[in-house]
């Protein structure tokens, strides 16, 4: 059963975060008032990357990007096998490292200047990643995924707040605007790339793919404030999951970009009081 | 050893639209201090006046700039029948009116596309490009291209717009104007918007002066100058208030292109009303001989054309003074102590054009 | 799969007037929009499948454009935009244009035009993205030659 | 040569041991037992003496590195011994005569810190410390104190900081040995004092093994004030005005603090008549007003482990070799504060003693991790985190759960490897490369690659999944929500990030790839390379074989303190997937270089704007001329400096301490 | 709300259809005055040279003695001069396009005999 | 419209005119510099509102003229551009860049 798991979300994982962001990139074309690039689109530049040579600037960055890579995966099964919710964001911390590591071994302007940003961004959405994960505890008194996703009720009927929070971490997490300060999927950054400047080929295809199952595993998160013992809250989880993507497709093309002062100052007051508060009703109910 | 970082920014940068270098000396992102270093798009062809006569180079003028190459190759036409003594026919004056409020209308959307860009706006670019197509097919339907016109000569213009294809331009301006409101609400009163505006790139009255800045970034810090107001082309005959702001920021910045852009169609309802009807060109006889500084509002401010010549066909000497080349020092100002996420919108809020500088 | 899918553009501007150079970032607005072919302008050379450059070669911007080309990954497509990059333009005989971009690298698509029109750059796009899965087969041809040759 | 008197001191105390045991009729295993024990009192003393006397050279590296040996030898074998015994020992109920020389010794040491005051004229120094000393001795030669307890008590608590002290602490002084020849070499301008300072390093151990192993009060304290003193004279080894100034600074904190614990001692005698610290805490379940001692005990504690309102004399240490920080950051003296603090935790449990201690380490968490971000100098970062990490120490004691014990104790141990191990490291690099600035470690992988590897490790043992310190931090926060607190999960969960942010930017200048020519000389002595690889091995042993370590050591200790015992704290599930993580990252280079991914790739220069020179060092300037580019972390001086963040949190700190010290004993009273 | 005026926009957008030319797919219709190349009607042309003299490139190239005339079309920047000097008016410019390609090619026309067409 | 009012003056009393102008609030619209048969003529433009003066001076090929960017701080550019493409030698610029801030193959290409 586990490894059968795995292995749907090894297979899955891609498939659908690829579907996502092709739509995402459509949608925000239609938002622009244009036509947009072909739904499939993303799969194609993913293999064009895979076919291309890679340039590196030097012999570590492979290195550091693989431990990306596998460690994202190795979240994503985590999660999707029922694992301890607090050790899945600790491996994905521990996975955004490796990125940031990337980054910085590349010991070039743009691609440092990215990762302190990235840096920067991971403290920013960190607190309200664990206050979601302490949130589910409190909700159903497990961190295992497994026994949260059996819940009778399910957790955001406890979690309004820290749903909203979690929301708005979802942003900095897909790299949206307004907080997609480290690298951006829109041209015309500051930073060039940001982190990725100096990865390129199939490397860079390993980061986009990391993205999709990364992405995967976020909604999964989403989806698991959604769901409980019945059957059919799992379907509703699905439509919330895409609506929360798509919600995120819509802020990315209504705010711009902001400083990342005011990303690390409003991300915070959000997860003190959405979630703070959140956490203080919780404990005092429960 | 220092918490400062030394990064080259620049020649080519994605935020930027035209290669301009600067060495920036970073605190974390704080510029602590940006040199700057142009020629990247140098061509010399101010010198080009000793293989072109005189008339051939209205075309090298109007491509010192794509953007602004109308009022190029006016002012340089201007310049020139200035020393000639050359009075062009009313209509003729009409139509570079016209002609020079919709660069101004294309090139100030450009522009907001641009800052929208610069604070990671991805659909305002859009919107405001998307509006900026209007203008240009109306160039196009009008000079027959849509950056670059080859419309002006000396003596007047080469080419005329009838009464249709101006009242079907008038209908268009109405459409843009609807937009344009919508539009500027975006731009003036959303909250996340301003943030990135107000208070960054401040400039105060004095400043403004002192550097020699001109044109939106000058009038954004409280100065009332706008060359239109010394009546060349038709400006004379046509009715308007110089528009500034008192605020000195970005935002005051956004907000005097914004009005003048409203301004600019406004102009053009005039000058579309008063058209008197007649000769478009007259022909001009023999070679200039004298010399005369030219002024003109550009988009982005005032330009210098200076022309110097000798009684042959070849002159010799055409300098031009772009508005981009004086609001630099005042851009510099701008710079120091600001965040690095904000230098795309200080290098904008001047609406630098390096080609124009560079010449 | 088709390389010729998911064409990216590193765009820079050499020494154009800007005409050719803002028909290009129009070319990413919305009555264009070449992200229909999967073009995206990415801003940074390692991530760039195709070159667009505008504007003549001068003395100064001659090794940036040198290193921005090393600096993309195989396989690339150069294209000139405008008449500036083609020859140099009207600004040939200038004593800082050193002449068309095929001066410094080796340009495989020029696009006419002063300024470049939108359409006919679509079209130098197109014409590029045909060479891109060429010059891949070519690529993968030579890498398995050389492979066997080990 | 003032600081003799210790030793000699001891050399009585140790004859005194031996008479008494042969009067008592233990068992052969427990004379052992008792043997090794005073042999740990006392053995530093001696060596300490003889190292002194040493002149510097071979002899005194010999007698060094031997004397380690000796003690780390003996705490293992104590250990060994203990846990086949199996449960708590608990010797010398009477020593009258003992008690009388410690107070005579305590006196001697009042001494010293007059004649040091007025030698510095620092006078109010004179009267902190007689003011703590004075009434003791009174009470003691009056004898109004309290009689009976167990003056030495050894327990599993006792063991692990017997470990932690023995076997880090020798660690750092075999690393002294080698350290202090290339310090003095760099540092032409001190006196070279390096006996003294080498053997005021094992006076130090002494006091700590004295100091864990007592259970009397009065002898608690008296170790107490030995490490104090102790350490004033390390933090003023260089005799700068600066350093002087902090030595200064940390004689009167811990002073105050000691005060604190003088008038817990006669609160608990004289009122309470309970003059031993088991007996004390075990009275707190039923004696309303032993909060008084325990809350003053939990002012000392707070002082010597630097919390918030006393946190800046642990950053003036910073001026004293590294050994000495290294030293009182991770295996003593900070240590001996939260030590105290464990041992209080069941009379902090659901109590406003326990609350202040909770809110002040939870407060001084999150303060001290912000603050670690705007720093650049190596050791001040690492003396943040220190603070900050002893908060969460702190505050996991004051919660005073089973499971927050348990969080806490393994805090602990994984704290004083990983971090003895950067201190030791930083050093190293400094010695190097003359300076301890991050900054200056950019590159560092191609630099000095081994040195860089070993600080990797120690970086990634203080914050990463699947490294030591963050499974304890991972319990703590389990704890806190269990507990309620939900001003110390925040607290955790802002504090965390932060953490995050100032080592991840460290670690990001440490892997960056840099020309090679950078490559420096690894100069680094051998007797501190097996210091340094010897703590990286522990490192990653701890981090393999903690849940072996918790069963053996901690969960009987909190089976004993709690009376109860409860499952795992971290599942064995997640115990199995963190070593997963473990071995992939292990295996992870490996497998990189394995799959053909990356043999096509090709090496280019960095991609800077266009302008880049050559290789990746320099780009053309607006001058045309070449520049080198130049990378600096961040440090957000204006959001997170100390100008603006340590003054108000120094003095929210302190309000809150006095506010609530007031309520306890207030309220107590 | 004041942080969403652009949604407005952005949903009109979204349900309306978009913006965008579909050219290749549909070609594009340019305005009659649209400067897209020259065009020299042959039979006209005097050789002169006068349009080669003038045009700032010079991209045209006249020989009498063949009587061809070349244009260089990856150099002509449809500026119009040569439209504008040629006494015979026999240069026009068209809204179409030179085609990018992988050449800077030229072209050549020649003028036809004139009595070869009396002839036929 | 206003007229280009042109000023000759001697090149040696090109600072205290400057100074004339900076203290009758002109601002510096522009220099410019033709290349004469023999040495340069300078023009020197300062703005008040609309109205335009012009500091007009002729030097010989190697004589050299003071910088004006201690009055004018922003004549920098100006100066520099005169320099790197006519070879005029301007002395004391605040920041110089000494012939790099157009880097032309072929040195003053107006000389
Ligand atoms: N600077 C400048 Fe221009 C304008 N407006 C002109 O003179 O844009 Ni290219
Ligand atoms: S080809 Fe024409 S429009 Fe394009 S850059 Fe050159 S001069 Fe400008
Ligand atoms: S100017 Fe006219 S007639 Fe003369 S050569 Fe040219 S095309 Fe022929
Ligand atoms: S349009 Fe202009 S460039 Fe083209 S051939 Fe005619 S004169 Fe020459």
Redesign the interface.
Known sequence: MMFLKIALYLILAPLIGGLLSGIDRKISARFQGRQGPPLLQPFYDLFKLFEKQALVVNGVQDFFVGGYFVFILFTGCLFFVGGDLLLVCFALTLAEVFLMMAACSANSPYSAMGSQRELLQMMAYEPMLLLTAIGFYIATGSFMVDDIAKSSVSPIAYLPGMFFGFLYILTIKFRKSPFDISTSHHAHQEMVKGITTELSGNILALVELAVWYEDVLLLGIVGLFIVNMQWWSFLIAAVVCLFAYILETFVDNLFPRVKWNSMLKSTWLVTLIAGGVNLLILTLVH | MSKRSIVPFGPHHPVLPEPIHLDLVLEDEKVVEAVPSIGFIHRGLEKLVEKKDFNEYVYVAERICGICSFMHGMGYCEAVEHVMGVEIPPRAKYLRTIWCEMSRLHSHLMWLGLLADAFGFESLFMQSWRMREKILDMFEASTGGRVIFSVNKIGGEMKDMDGDMLKGFLKILNEIEKELRELSKTFLDNKAVNSRLQGVGFLTKQQAHDLGTVGPFMRASGIDRDTRNMGYAAYSDIDFETITSNAGDSYARTEVRIKELFQSIDIIRQAVEKIPSGEIAVPVKGFPDGEYFMRVEQPRGEAVYYVKGNGTKFLDRVRVRTPTFANLPGMLETLKGSQLADVPILILTIDPCISCTER | ???S??P?LLH????????????V??CT?????V????V????????A?IFLIT??I????R???K??Y??????KVV?AVG?CA??G?????????LGGVDKVIPV????????A????I???V??AVG?LDKK?AE?KAN?SVSHKED | MNFLENPSFSYIMLCAFRMKMRGNKFKGETVVIMEMIATLMVFPFLAALLIACAKPGKLRDGLIFCSSIVIVATVLLLCINVLQGGKTQSYLMETQMLDRIFLIAELGLMGLVFYYGIRYKRYYILLLSAAGTLPVVWMEFAGRGAQGGDHIVVDYLTLIMCLVVGVVGSLICVYAIGYIKDYHKHHTEYKDRSSFFLSMLFVFMGAMFGLIFSSNLTWIYFFWEVTTFCSFLLIGYTQTEEAINNSFRALWMNLLGGLGFACAILYSSMALHIANLQDLVAAAANNKAVIIPVTLLAFAAMTKSAQMPFSRWLLGAMVAPTPTSALLHSATMVKAGVYLLIRLSPALYGNLAGVMVTSIGGFTFFAASLLAISQSDGKKVLAYSTISNLGLIAACAGVGLHQAVWAAILLLVFHAVSKSLLFVSVGAVENITGSRNIEDMHGLIVRLPKLAFVMIVGICGMFLAPFGMLISKWAALKAFVDSKSVWLVLFLIFGSASTLFYWGKWLGKLVAVIHRSAQLKDTVRKSEKGSIYTLTFLVIALCISFPVFSNIFVEPFLSQTFHDTIGAIISSSDLNVMLLMLCMIVILPVTVRLLTFGKANKRVISYMAGVNEGDDRTFVDSFGHEKSMYLANWYMDDYFGEKKLLKPSLVLASAIMTILMIIVIGGAI | MKLLTFAKTELHNLFSKPATRLYPQEPRVYPERTRGHVENDMDVCVFCGLCSKKCPTGAIIVDRAAKTWSIKRFSCIQCGYCVASCPKKCISMRPDYTQPAGEKSTETFTQAPKDDQSAS | MPENIIIPISPDSLLEEVLKMKNSECRLVQICSVRLEEGYELSYSFGKDYDLYNLRFTIGDDEEIPSITNIYPTAFLYENEIHDLFGVQIKMISVDYQGTLYRTDKKTPFK
């Open positions: 799969m088709n390389i899918k998911s990216w820079y501007d050499g020494s154009s007037c800007n005409g050719c150079d803002i028909e970032l129009a607005t919305p009555v264009y929009d992200e229909r072919f999967g995206i302008n990415t801003g940074n050379p390692k991530h499948d504007g003549g001068n003395s100064q911007n090794e940036v454009v290193q921005l090393s600096q993309m990954p195989d396989p294209v008449i083609c020859d333009g009207i600004f040939k005989d200038c004593y800082n244009i495989d698509i020029y696009v006419p035009g002063c300024a029109k939108p359409e006919s679509i079209d130098g197109v014409k060479l891949r690529m890498a």
